[in-house]
């Protein structure tokens, strides 16, 4: 009979089958992290490169440089400088607060950008970078790149920024750029917005012409720290600059008749009247390109927005004036059309009641025995009440429409253009619901009532009646296309030219307006269009002088040009907002024209006038602004 196991024995046995279990278990576990590690070695060994990669290498695209904005003759009005940028990265700070306090000592950024930081990080997406400064001096720069690690979401770099030699003086013509908007980027989903310094186009040619102008992205590929600091470089590949575009626009005339429109509010629009070319297209006052583009302040945000000469409209395309006597030669031209005889003469008074209304000269002794020519060159009203009375409204519309008053110029690479209005009963019915009377007709035989145009249109108007075709203005220098013609009698032409060359040079409304040369004459219709009503009660106690009326109670001084007068080459447009009249128009007009043929003696005279006026564009914008801060409350 068998023993029993002792005590021992049964632990032997249950302590091996144990360590077998265990054992198992051990080499079960042994196989896995094996097979797993050999899964990662040799199967997986590409993916875990390129993500042990991607934690020592960081790629970065390059934004790409801006193509030029060159003038009619190469010279760069828009170009692109070399500076240091700080951006913010939305998506990698960590305490915002505390990083905008530490730039804001390093930057020496003021209360007022800091707020600005705020606003725009609040409303950018996570991966949408924010300018911070452009333009950054080396120091600064330096200072930012040593406090890196402490700065999470700060973005240091050098780039392009854009620039424009001229400031102020091209600001509406050429607009500006700036950071990518949340809009831009959800409208498109381009990636490539989302680029640290990345610039697109926010107004006027930079917006149209943005695709043009935007390049191909370079990148950048770099050894970095866990902290995400720069070790070296690796490789860089350039980016590709945008195409660069030509222009009609001639920079030293834009540059000048910004200047000569000196304190005023208005604009200048000088045309090539064969070609059609715009060869300036200035309205002053404005703001300065180069700080919009750099992310302007709520400081200069609001010194301009509440400036009452609107430094922030174009003027040229967004500015409606009505015409006031400049349309008179486009009424000469449809009654001529109408069978009028130009000798037939009107006797002027003074005054007139037509429709049982009284109806003034703005010579109140009147002008005695008035024909056409002397109604052109005297700009005498009542001529025109009869004559337009007679003719009625439509024929004077339809010629009008005919010159570009009215008109949106296709094919012109602008973002926007107010047309205005050239009236007639059709559209009197359609806008008021209300019949046409006499007195629209007489308004609108001088250039008021409902009649709006804007000074791009005045300029083609001219140019078709210097040139004697359908001139069509340009802005880009591209194959000139024949213009059509117009389809007008040239005898007709002839005597309404003949009454504009009497306007400047015999006994007419601008005499001043000579040019100083021998061999040159400048023709030309003067205007003054009223911006509020002159009461009876008013007429037979004096009308009030411009000068005695607040800025905006004032009229609008207009003036209309082209030279030389045989053999017409320029034409020139001006409207003076609350000038007073003509006169505040037709200098700027003569002188603009006069830098064409005699840019020396033109300069001359504008160095004169801007030591009365107290400097240039920038000496009086910044004079401005630190009369505006004076009278700010400080917070």
Request: proline fraction near 6%; aromatic fraction near 6%; charge should be neutral.
């Amino acid at each position: 009979m068998a023993k029993p196991p002792t005590n021992k024995r049964i632990l032997e046995q249950q302590f091996s089958r144990r360590a077998t279990i265990l054992c198992a278990v051990q080499l079960g576990l042994g196989g896995v992290l094996a097979g797993r590690l050999a899964w990662l070695a040799i199967a997986e060994n590409q993916k875990w490169q390129l993500l042990s990669e991607s934690n020592r290498l960081q790629l970065s695209l390059i934004p790409p440089r801006r193509g030029l904005l060159l003038d009619r003759t190469g010279v760069p009005l828009a170009s692109n400088k070399s500076v240091f940028m700080i951006d913010l990265l939305p998506d990698r700070l960590e305490d915002a607060d505390k990083v905008l306090k530490q730039l804001a000592e390093l930057l020496d950024l003021s209360a007022d950008e800091t707020d600005r930081l705020k606003t725009d990080l609040e409303q950018a997406l996570d991966h949408q970078p924010v300018r911070v400064a452009s333009d950054v001096e080396w120091d600064q720069y330096a200072a930012v790149n040593v406090r890196l690690p402490d700065l999470p979401g700060v973005s240091p770099m050098r780039g392009f920024s854009r620039h424009y030699p001229a400031g102020a003086a091209t600001a509406h013509l050429l607009g500006y750029v700036g950071a990518p908007s949340r809009e831009e980027y959800e409208k498109t989903g381009d990636p490539l917005l989302m680029v640290p310094g990345m610039q697109v186009g926010k107004d006027m040619l930079e917006k149209t012409l943005d695709e043009h102008l935007t390049g191909k992205p370079g990148a950048r590929r770099a050894e970095v720290t866990a902290t995400g600091k720069v070790v070296r470089e690796l490789e860089v590949r350039s980016d590709t600059i945008g195409k660069s575009v030509q222009l009609t626009i001639d920079g030293g005339l834009q540059t000048y008749a910004s200047r000569r429109l000196g304190t005023q509010s208005g604009s200048v629009v000088v045309l090539d009247a064969v070609t059609g070319g715009v060869l300036a297209m200035a309205s002053m006052p404005a703001y300065d390109p180069n700080s919009f583009s750099d992310g302007i302040s709520q400081f200069e945000w609001d010194m301009l927005s509440q400036d009452e000469r609107v430094p922030l409209r174009n003027k040229t395309l967004q500015g409606l004036y009505p015409p006031g006597s400049t349309i008179k030669p486009i009424t000469a031209l449809a009654l001529l059309n109408e069978n009028i005889d130009p000798d037939e003469t009107v006797l002027c008074t003074g005054r007139i009641n037509i429709a049982g209304g009284t109806f003034h000269c703005w010579r109140r002794s009147g002008h005695g025995v008035v024909d056409m020519n002397r109604a052109i060159a005297e700009s005498c009203d009542i001529y025109f009440y009869v004559m337009g009375i007679r003719v009625g409204i439509q024929p004077i519309a339809d010629m009008a429409r005919r010159f570009g008053l009215g008109e949106r110029f296709l094919g012109l690479p602008v973002p926007y253009q107010y047309y205005g209005t050239v009236p007639d009963p059709a559209w009197k019915r359609r806008r008021y619901n209300e019949p046409w009377e006499a007195y629209d007709t007489v308004n609108a035989t001088i250039g008021q009532g409902y009649l709006l145009a804007n000074p791009l249109q005045l300029a083609v108007m001219t140019a078709r009646l210097a040139a004697g075709e359908k001139t069509h203005p340009k802005l880009l220098a591209a194959k000139e296309a024949p213009a059509a013609p117009l389809e007008i009698d040239p005898r007709m032409l002839a005597i309404v030219r003949q009454g504009m060359e009497d306007v400047v040079n015999g006994q007419g409304t601008a005499t001043r307006a000579r040019l100083p040369l021998p061999n040159i004459k400048l023709a030309g219709k003067t205007g003054t269009a009223q911006v509020r009503r002159i009461t009876m009660a008013e007429r037979r106690r004096g009308v009030r002088s411009n000068a005695s009326l607040p800025w905006k109670l004032r009229d609008h001084g207009l003036f209309v040009g082209y030279a030389p007068v045989h053999r017409p080459r320029y034409t020139v447009a001006v409207v003076i907002e609350h000038g007073g009249g003509s006169g505040a128009a037709y200098p700027i007009a003569s002188d603009t024209l006069l830098y064409l043929f005699d840019e020396r003696q033109a300069m001359k005279r504008l160095a004169s006038l801007e030591n009365g006026w107290g400097g240039g564009i920038e000496e009086r914008m910044a004079r401005k602004a630190a009369e505006f801060a004076a009278r700010t409350p400080s917070d």
